[in-house]
């Protein structure tokens, strides 16, 4: 059986019969898509686990209608395949991970993109709106589901600790008191780019893009990096609502489960490793 990459290349080929492929180059750090950079200005994703599928096709038919909303740079998907293979192709942005990007404007730039992002109709880009109870009930479900594999992994006093955690949360009606909207889903170091200025650059990897809570896409920066974080909330307008900012430190506590899940799902210890202590670091 051919190896993904030379595989992944004949297809391109395929897809794009006119491009002549000079360098074909995996990008790596992507969990559910393979993913490479074609001539050092074209990206291409294949899926690589089973939901990735449905994440590409979504994106397909998200980005291009988003592209109009939103006030920074976001991929454009080239016409390709829907079906077999199936592919989501557009032209690299270049930049550093925020996480690497120094001074300049781009934090208020992001506040601002996020602000844009979270006021557009979920409808305008071919999602269905959700209450802040549906939020509730799907969280609870994603939740009790990751509980089951997490909880072994733990001593009795964190598991103790991570159920009295889940239950405040989830038991008090004052955190689902907040208007559902499009979100990211995933902003982290690696999905924000910043530009040698000091600009936002773009804004990457909407596969888990869906109608949630806004506080999810500020969680990881205001917490990370806090001063660059409370930069993006002023840009953004300030905490929507009174309870924003715990529901963004319990979005902050949750997302090394999703090192751990992955790690079981792939048989990689060092991400189960690097979960867990991201969980026993950021437990409330």
Excluded: K
């Amino acid at each position: 059986m051919t190896a993904a990459p030379g595989r992944h290349r004949e297809q391109c080929e395929r897809l794009f019969p006119g491009l002549a492929i000079a360098t074909f180059e995996p990008l790596g750090g992507g969990w559910d898509c393979w993913t490479y950079v074609v001539n050092g200005d074209l990206v291409v994703q294949f899926p690589r686990l089973p939901g990735a599928v449905d994440t590409l096709r979504m994106q397909l038919r998200l980005l291009p209608e988003l592209a109009r909303e939103v006030s920074a740079p976001i991929p454009h998907p080239l016409p390709t395949s829907e079906d077999d293979p199936l592919c989501l192709a557009y032209r690299y942005l270049e930049g550093r991970p925020m996480a690497e990007g120094g001074d300049g404007i781009w934090p208020e730039r992001l506040g601002r993109f996020l602000y844009d992002l979270h006021l557009v109709p979920p409808e305008f880009v071919g999602m269905r709106g959700r209450s802040a109870e549906d939020v509730r009930a799907i969280l609870r479900r994603d939740l009790a589901a990751a509980r089951a594999r997490v909880h072994p992994l733990l001593g009795a006093e964190e598991r103790g600790r991570v159920d009295e955690m889940l239950s405040a949360f989830l038991d008090d009606d004052a955190n689902f008191r907040f208007a559902p909207c499009l979100h990211h889903g995933d902003v982290g170091p690696p999905h924000v780019l910043v530009s040698e200025a000091g600009d936002l650059a773009g804004v990457i990897d909407w596969g888990d893009a869906d109608v949630g809570d806004p506080a999810g896409d500020i969680a990881w920066i205001l917490h990370a990096m806090p001063e660059i974080g409370e930069r993006v909330l002023a840009a953004y307008g300030g905490e929507p609502d009174s309870r924003f900012r715990a529901r963004a430190r319990f979005a902050y506590a949750l997302m090394p489960w999703h090192d751990i899940t992955y790690g079981l799902d792939t048989d990689q210890p060092a991400f189960i490793d690097e979960g867990l202590a991201g969980l026993r670091a950021r437990l409330v």
